[in-house]
Structures are given as C-alpha cells and as structure tokens.
C-alpha cells in the first residue's frame, strides 16, 4: 500500500505566473483535501474533492482550482500568483467523507518571488 | 474567538515528564482530530475521536463532547515526541485546524 505523494517537493514561480501542484492519493481513497500552511501558521482549507467532484471550499478566490482524476489522483491550480501564495501546499486522502482518518503527504514547498 | 483554539502555544519539559495539550472547540463537529507536524512540514495523524478515549503507545486522547473540549497526553515523554502538535475539528467536509503547541522535550 503506497502512501500519498506529492509532486514537486518545492517550486520557485514569478508573480502572476500560473502553477499546478499534483497530489496521488493512497490506494482505495476516493477523498482529497488540499490545505495551505503559511510559514508560522497553521494549515487554512482550500478545498475537498470527492468522487471527482468538489465538495467543499474554503475561503479561497477562484484562481484557486483543483481537479480529481477517475484513479483520484489530484491537482491544484494557481492562477496569477501572489506574493502571499506564498506556502507550503498539503493534500490530505481519505477512505471517504465523513469520519475518516487523513492521511497527508509530505507537501509542495511553493515559493512566489 | 477562534474557532478551534489550543493550549499552551508553547511547552518545553524534561525527558520523561506527563505531557498534557488541550483543545477547545466551538463548532459542531463529527470527529476530533490530533495531528503530529515535525520540522520540514510532514503531518501525522495521531488520532481521530469521536467520543471517548483513544490510546496508542505512550499517546492518549480524550474528548468530552458535552463540554467541546479534548486533551493529548504523553506518558514518559522522549526528545523524539518534540514537535507541533496539532487539534483539528472534522466540521462538514473540512478540517479546521487549531493554531498548534509547539512542545519540546529535553533530555
């Protein structure tokens, strides 16, 4: 059983270029979360997709989107970057909605100059 | 207020010493989490609780519903436990997170 991956490790972009970080969920979950942890802060809700469909979003703007592939494999797209996108980037799978434990993978490091 | 806050922010003991973090939460929720987070960023599940008491090792979580407050303890703490510690509150389809307690352990 692999665990949830993350691809790149760290990426360095320009302001109001675009970027796409990839998530591979753990075998047999259907759920992806994605989060942003700002340095110093704790992780802030991006969105949740289920079954390829979203299912959740936190207080984040458009250019924020994401996608999940038939083998729920996952991406999030940023459009227009930001000084403040600025983060470590985490996705996070599950069995299903509801009471199921995460599991995280070790993150994208993305760094805005 | 936020609505997920823990205590304390920051906690440094000696090797060995009982470990205690608390978390309250004012949001109605379906589980509780505990998440470990070691420099570098990688997160741990440590525990997901819905009512009750969970142990694994030298960790123990408890929640009490009716007062929306859960705790961590550590037993016999080790250097290899320091690191942030982090409740989360499962609420509709998103976690949210408190702000973590930063513990270290001195041998």
């Known amino acids: 059983e692999t665990g949830v991956t993350q691809s790149p490790t760290h990426l360095i972009k320009t302001r109001g270029q675009q970027v796409t970080l990839r998530c591979s969920s753990q075998s047999g979950h259907n759920t992806v979360s994605w989060y942003q942890q700002a340095l110093g802060q704790g992780p802030q809700f991006i969105f949740q997709y289920y079954r390829e469909e979203e299912n959740g979003r936190g207080n984040f703007p458009p250019r924020f989107s994401g996608l999940q592939f038939p083998n729920y494999s996952s991406e999030l797209n940023v459009n227009a970057l930001e000084l403040d996108d600025s983060a470590l980037y985490l996705c996070a799978s599950s069995l299903g909605l509801g009471q199921y434990e995460q599991y995280f993978g070790p993150g994208t490091r993305l760094t805005v100059t | 207020k936020n609505e997920v806050e823990q205590s304390p922010q920051n906690l440094t003991a000696q090797e060995g010493e009982f470990i205690t973090i608390n978390c309250s939460y004012s949001v109605g929720i379906s589980a509780l989490h505990w998440l470990q987070q070691h420099p570098g960023g990688g997160i741990v599940s440590l525990f997901m609780?819905?009512?009750?008491?969970k142990k694994h090792g030298r960790l123990i979580a408890t929640i009490n519903i009716q007062e929306k407050h859960s705790s961590l303890h550590i037993t016999a703490s080790h250097p290899r436990d320091s690191a942030v510690y982090i409740c989360a509150a499962d609420s509709n389809y998103q976690l949210i997170w408190g702000a973590g307690t930063k513990l270290i352990i001195k041998p």
């Open positions: 609780l819905s009512s009750g008491k």
